[in-house]
């Protein structure tokens, strides 16, 4: 027992703050003034909980309480009259319990006193089961299922609860001006969000404002992708599209913020303003990674990745900013990877992992797309390997069960998945046909994957039972999936089977998963190498999305010198087409507006989207080599690798420290302030190490153990 | 397709709303101030939804748009700016779909038109699954569920959206006021329901308002059940209990309703008022059926139902109205099969139905009892039966499954259901030991004609497999059944067995459901009469909701003047003790306050409490002897019994008519206005009737049908 917590938090269940936020998030898309939710079932919080917490005092002690919802206090068992902000708890051992309604925004409780604090100590469940019969005697509880209360770094403060949570914002101001036509476009310089401000404003009529990630989309006011509409009345001011009314002052802001560079602003000539400029709204983070070296083209790069990161970064890991400004889980599980290289935001990546899966019962894959499903899956172990947050796993594993229960009961007869009406069958947006009919090599691949998680998971739980089920699975899957797949003459996988029978084409996508998840044998490895990834009549990859995996499987077979070439050609490209942050697809062979269309719409290409800034993530990984071995970097290995450039040098941030990295063709810089583990580099001749023991491992490859808080330099060839 | 709708109503997802009211209602409950919530899971509505419907306009309209949530709409596809008001349908065949996001309180839609109107004819899901493909193609939404919209006679108004819904209140004034202590005592004749209003109220200091059923409790500062708090400070009034504070105005009326007789009220010197009065909260019923004869007690004891069920029926069928103003399972389906013969009040009882069952998963027995799981069960068949309503059942019967599929999750290996950790096994309460472990025989025979009522209601809506599937569960356990439990020697079903082993206790539980769900062969059925049902050694029933069933055995059984004698000792008595509604529970040998005693509180016991209504039932099935033998009332029997009287009437509802019957010792007269069926009756001699033909069946036995609006009049013998 332990109610000696530093400092409160405000609490609440766990899911259900991030599901309610993640509504009220998703939920401001909009396409042409009209609101656009998602087609997934939209999951809600539990509306009654109940907050406990066992209590021990030496001396009586005060508390405040705050509350979001209507509530009730029993202390060792009696109910409390009223809904009081104060109560004094007595010397002694107690149980205090809470007990919270909200159907409209989350329950949620703060608890401040000396020792008694509100924070993830205490219990909450959605349903205590405890009734009293005819004689007074209460129920048996013993079955009753309570979790760990979720809490946040945000809401320590009592006059901020949960439910009043906004991002930042500061002014910005238009750096063009230009009259166009009827109206007047402004650019705003780069790539941004916010909300468009007008000053000085007056009149009676209506202003027209469209919003443009180009100069094209924002001047095209019958196809831009989201515009506004105000009406004016001389004292009064409508938002049209959200039917919002109110009293007309000198400075409006927008009530629902977009993004754009550009925006395009047409009037009735009876409305006049003085001036336009916008909020901008961010999420306030810290750029614990970095990356610098000597080619200003990756420097850059890196630049408008981290920059596109930061825009797709806000209340949870969002896909693009215009467009959707939706969770995705295949969207999301590289923001999370890009995330623990440049961030480490931990907070968000949980969130938005309990946000995509929602509630049970489990009634569609993740965001309805079955390949989303299995990187929901895999996104947690990642977590677990990056952060060491046990706690986390323990918190959402059961409905890791209940997803997983959903997959299986789902599967054909020979335990393989198949996409069933209603499923999404994703894979990627292709330039050309891919089959989505029977086995997928991909969608089996992802699937043994997400059941050795399940395995690794139940482990970390101490569940022996699915540790068994999902070993075997996972192991009677792994058994099939070459052999199923594997086509000798064509040295690769093929895409897919239909009834029995393995199909002729072969996609990039099942080979390069198997590359990185070790399920080919180094023979098969070094084959699909030249019969797949290297070979061009195979389908190309034009999303960042698949070439983040792509690259990462070059990376991974020591190909660094090519990706850096690719880096440089696909995102050095994006940005000499003029991109301020990256986009949701790019076909080098596109001209002028054919990049911006996509979805048979002239402007529906996102054109800062979260998966363009897959660098980061190759960068910190391959380049500097940063990665833990260990949970939460307990172990941590650096294999750094210059693959071609003259130096770099970089950060990569551990949960409680960071791991720094100097390297040029003869100096190795080397600080790590948490966790240890070998850096492990080649030098023609023998090394020098200002610190530690260098081993050779075979031929030209040395180690060497890092541990300490201090710099270690190594002299190499 | 047919949008040719007469009326608009409000529409939203089946069950939501109803989930939702109840929230809001089961919210009411307060334990001397302090909010209590219920202690099973709070479901909640889906908060998005999707409402679509085909129309086939041959001119072009204009329809009006009201929505309880923000809102999109759709024609053909086409997302339409904002959330307009009105919009003009184009003449020709288009499909109209509108999304509804609403956390606070369920989405709801209402559309006017001259042809186009929101009705159950509209369809609606909370998961639509419609995405657009990189080439703008939209997915086979073919596996989406679709619900018929859910309507009620409530809301056929644009200006009374169902989250605005209220019940009626009309003024009621005390009847006697009284100096006690250091308060005044006031007495509003008899038990009623509402809110307390005080007149020319002003000062500062507080007012306390202690409720009582009885003189005792409402007196009784320290135990009272309910009591309130008011705080005055010259321009404000604070509701202590809820935190709510406005302007202090000459008049005020407490936020809260209660139940009570009496009120004590004491206030601080500097605090006055002039009088106080209450606001009866109350639901607009019709009183379509009737029961009077010529016995003035028997009469006293319907109307004294009448009112109690009156007062219990509410927004939903409640259980008490002083202490737990909740929907309880068990309780429900007696006010349910009491409503058929009184008020015929459908919408209620659907909407009961709906709340008592929540949503999706299921992790508790209905209320946490496993009986009152197997009286939801029932309570659907009964309403198919009284109301020939297959359309609820079609649209409950996905969570008919989910209910069954838990039930079937905790059995044991012999098929059977023991309370597991969390289950309430309920029964009765009982003056006496009772063993709650192991099987019990009363469970089982409940949870076998709940899978007979699942095999019954998968016909109705043609799910062929879940026919065999549960014929085959009930046919197994049924086979099981009457050789586990009966006793030879016993001549009676003993009440559990455990680890296999019969036990020695009787009680009459499991017996009498046997008896009239014929389970029992004639030769047991007339054995357990005096084995169990009539002998005094077996435990005695002291609860109304048991007796309920108990006098309905022996009503099966043609003991309708030991029936008659004990409803008038029974609840005669109540009245004797002063009852003005019925109570909880009721032991004859009571005295005094022991009456208002239970769960070791002095006035725990609901002195209103819907159970105790069941002559309601008895005399409208058993005396006047009128029930549906097909559902609705197609057909329908009519076994009139005097069971002691000079002479009876009385109307029984159908439908959409009603049933009327007199008799005395010489005459029978019937008017059905709806439906077809057999009079029979006894005659020594043969009898005459104004139309039709007299049948003869064995002995001294008669029938006639009846069928056509007029009445019939038959002398007899």
């Given at each position: 027992?332990?109610n000696t917590s530093s400092s409160p938090n405000w609490i609440w269940y766990p899911g259900d703050y991030e599901i309610w936020l993640g509504n009220e998030m998703?939920n401001r898309?909009?396409?042409?003034?009209?609101?656009?939710?998602?087609?997934?079932?939209?999951?809600s919080h539990y509306v009654l909980v109940e907050f406990s917490k066992?209590i021990?005092l030496?001396?009586a002690e005060e508390i405040e309480i705050a509350v979001e919802g209507k509530f009730n206090i029993k202390l060792?068992?009696?109910?409390q009259f009223g809904m009081p902000k104060k109560i004094t708890l007595?010397?002694?051992?107690?149980?205090l319990n809470i007990k919270v309604w909200n159907q409209a925004t989350p329950p949620a409780l703060f608890i401040k006193g000396k020792t008694v604090n509100s924070d993830a100590s205490w219990k909450v469940?959605?349903?205590?089961?405890?009734?009293?019969?005819?004689?007074?005697?209460?129920?048996?509880?013993?079955?009753?299922?309570?979790m760990d209360a979720a809490t946040s770094d945000s809401f320590i403060s009592i006059d901020t609860p949960p439910s009043k949570f906004k991002l930042a914002t500061q002014p910005?101001?238009?750096?063009?001006?230009?009259?166009?036509?009827?109206?007047?476009?402004?650019?705003?310089?780069?790539?941004?969000?916010g909300f468009?401000k007008?000053?000085?404003?007056?009149?009676?009529?209506?202003?027209?404002?469209?919003?443009?990630?180009?100069?094209?989309?924002?001047?095209?006011?019958?196809?831009?992708?989201?515009?506004?509409?105000?009406?004016?009345?001389?004292?009064?001011?409508?938002?049209?599209?959200?039917?919002i009314?109110s009293?007309?002052t000198?400075n409006?802001v927008?009530a629902n913020s977009?993004?754009?560079?550009?925006?395009?602003?047409?009037?009735?000539?009876?409305?006049?303003?003085?001036?336009?400029?916008?909020l901008y709204e961010y999420k306030p983070v810290q750029?614990?990674?970095?990356?610098?070296?000597?080619?200003?083209?990756?420097?850059?790069?890196?630049?408008?990745?981290?920059?596109?990161?930061?825009?797709?970064t806000r209340e949870f890991?969002?896909?693009?900013?215009?467009?959707?400004?939706?969770?995705?889980?295949?969207?999301?599980?590289?923001?999370?990877?890009?995330?623990?290289?440049?961030f480490?935001d931990s907070e968000t990546?949980k969130r938005?992992?309990w946000l995509?899966?929602?509630?049970?019962?489990?009634?569609?894959?993740?965001?309805?797309?079955?390949?989303?499903?299995?990187?929901?899956?895999?996104?947690?172990?990642?977590?677990?390997?990056?952060?060491?947050?046990?706690?986390?796993?323990?918190?959402?594993?059961?409905?890791?069960?209940?997803?997983?229960?959903?997959?299986?009961?789902?599967?054909?007869?020979?335990?393989?998945?198949?996409?069933?009406?209603?499923?999404?069958?994703?894979?990627?947006?292709?330039?050309?046909?891919?089959?989505?009919?029977?086995?997928?090599?991909?969608?089996?691949?992802?699937?043994?994957?997400?059941?050795?998680?399940?395995?690794?998971?139940?482990?970390?739980?101490?569940?022996?039972?699915?540790?068994?089920?999902?070993?075997?699975?996972?192991?009677?899957?792994?058994?099939?999936?070459?052999?199923?797949?594997?086509?000798?003459?064509?040295?690769?996988?093929?895409?897919?089977?239909?009834?029995?029978?393995?199909?002729?084409?072969?996609?990039?996508?099942?080979?390069?998963?198997?590359?990185?998840?070790?399920?080919?044998?180094?023979?098969?490895?070094?084959?699909?190498?030249?019969?797949?990834?290297?070979?061009?009549?195979?389908?190309?990859?034009?999303?960042?999305?698949?070439?983040?995996?792509?690259?990462?499987?070059?990376?991974?077979?020591?190909?660094?010198?090519?990706?850096?070439?690719?880096?440089?050609?696909?995102?050095?490209?994006?940005?000499?087409?003029?991109?301020?942050?990256?986009?949701?697809?790019?076909?080098?062979?596109?001209?002028?507006?054919?990049?911006?269309?996509?979805?048979?719409?002239?402007?529906?290409?996102?054109?800062?989207?979260?998966?363009?800034?897959?660098?980061?993530?190759?960068?910190?990984?391959?380049?500097?080599?940063?990665?833990?071995?260990?949970?939460?970097?307990?172990?941590?290995?650096?294999?750094?690798?210059?693959?071609?450039?003259?130096?770099?040098?970089?950060?990569?941030?551990?949960?409680?420290?960071?791991?720094?990295?100097?390297?040029?063709?003869?100096?190795?810089?080397?600080?790590?302030?948490?966790?240890?583990?070998?850096?492990?580099?080649?030098?023609?001749?023998?090394?020098?190490?200002?610190?530690?023991?260098?081993?050779?491992?075979?031929?030209?490859?040395?180690?060497?153990?890092?541990?300490?808080?201090?710099?270690?330099?190594?002299?190499?060839?």
């Amino acid at each position: 027992m332990n109610n000696t917590s530093s400092s409160p938090n405000w609490i609440w269940y766990p899911g259900d703050y991030e599901i309610w936020l993640g509504n009220e998030m998703n939920n401001r898309r909009t396409e042409r003034g009209a609101f656009f939710p998602h087609f997934w079932k939209m999951d809600s919080h539990y509306v009654l909980v109940e907050f406990s917490k066992k209590i021990d005092l030496s001396v009586a002690e005060e508390i405040e309480i705050a509350v979001e919802g209507k509530f009730n206090i029993k202390l060792d068992g009696k109910l409390q009259f009223g809904m009081p902000k104060k109560i004094t708890l007595p010397a002694g051992t107690h149980n205090l319990n809470i007990k919270v309604w909200n159907q409209a925004t989350p329950p949620a409780l703060f608890i401040k006193g000396k020792t008694v604090n509100s924070d993830a100590s205490w219990k909450v469940t959605y349903e205590d089961k405890e009734w009293i019969d005819e004689s007074g005697k209460a129920s048996d509880t013993s079955a009753t299922i309570y979790m760990d209360a979720a809490t946040s770094d945000s809401f320590i403060s009592i006059d901020t609860p949960p439910s009043k949570f906004k991002l930042a914002t500061q002014p910005l101001y238009a750096v063009k001006r230009e009259k166009m036509n009827e109206g007047v476009l402004i650019d705003f310089g780069k790539e941004t969000f916010g909300f468009i401000k007008l000053h000085g404003l007056k009149g009676t009529g209506k202003v027209n404002i469209y919003y443009g990630e180009s100069p094209e989309e924002a001047l095209d006011i019958k196809y831009c992708e989201t515009l506004d509409q105000l009406t004016l009345n001389g004292s009064t001011i409508t938002d049209d599209a959200l039917n919002i009314s109110s009293e007309l002052t000198e400075n409006y802001v927008l009530a629902n913020s977009k993004a754009f560079r550009y925006v395009y602003i047409t009037k009735d000539a009876g409305v006049n303003y003085a001036d336009i400029s916008m909020l901008y709204e961010y999420k306030p983070v810290q750029y614990r990674g970095n990356f610098r070296c000597s080619d200003e083209e990756l420097n850059n790069i890196w630049k408008v990745g981290e920059y596109t990161m930061h825009l797709t970064t806000r209340e949870f890991f969002i896909d693009g900013i215009k467009r959707d400004r939706w969770t995705w889980s295949g969207d999301a599980i590289q923001s999370y990877l890009m995330n623990y290289y440049l961030f480490f935001d931990s907070e968000t990546v949980k969130r938005t992992i309990w946000l995509l899966r929602g509630k049970d019962p489990v009634t569609s894959h993740s965001n309805t797309i079955m390949d989303y499903t299995f990187y929901w899956f895999l996104s947690i172990y990642d977590y677990y390997k990056f952060t060491g947050d046990a706690h986390f796993i323990q918190q959402i594993y059961p409905r890791m069960q209940s997803m997983m229960d959903y997959v299986l009961g789902r599967t054909n007869a020979n335990g393989m998945v198949e996409g069933l009406t209603g499923d999404w069958v994703f894979v990627d947006w292709a330039d050309g046909y891919m089959d989505k009919k029977g086995e997928l090599s991909y969608e089996q691949v992802l699937f043994c994957k997400s059941l050795e998680t399940m395995a690794l998971c139940s482990n970390l739980v101490n569940n022996e039972i699915d540790v068994t089920k999902y070993e075997k699975l996972a192991s009677d899957l792994r058994a099939k999936l070459i052999p199923t797949f594997w086509n000798e003459s064509k040295k690769a996988l093929v895409h897919n089977r239909l009834n029995g029978v393995q199909q002729e084409q072969i996609t990039r996508y099942s080979n390069m998963f198997a590359s990185f998840f070790n399920y080919l044998t180094p023979d098969q490895q070094q084959q699909i190498k030249t019969s797949v990834l290297l070979n061009d009549s195979v389908m190309k990859i034009s999303t960042p999305y698949m070439r983040f995996y792509e690259l990462e499987a070059l990376c991974a077979m020591g190909e660094h010198i090519t990706v850096m070439k690719e880096m440089k050609a696909y995102w050095g490209g994006m940005i000499r087409e003029g991109a301020t942050s990256f986009w949701e697809k790019y076909n080098p062979t596109d001209k002028g507006t054919q990049h911006l269309a996509m979805y048979g719409r002239p402007y529906g290409k996102s054109l800062c989207h979260a998966w363009g800034a897959s660098p980061i993530y190759l960068l910190g990984k391959y380049y500097l080599g940063i990665q833990p071995v260990k949970a939460g970097y307990a172990e941590f290995s650096i294999t750094p690798n210059l693959g071609g450039l003259k130096w770099m040098e970089g950060t990569v941030p551990t949960p409680n420290g960071e791991i720094k990295l100097y390297m040029d063709t003869k100096t190795i810089k080397v600080t790590a302030t948490e966790g240890k583990g070998f850096l492990t580099f080649v030098s023609k001749s023998k090394p020098m190490a200002s610190k530690g023991v260098l081993e050779n491992l075979d031929n030209d490859k040395y180690r060497l153990m890092i541990d300490g808080n201090e710099e270690v330099v190594v002299n190499y060839e």
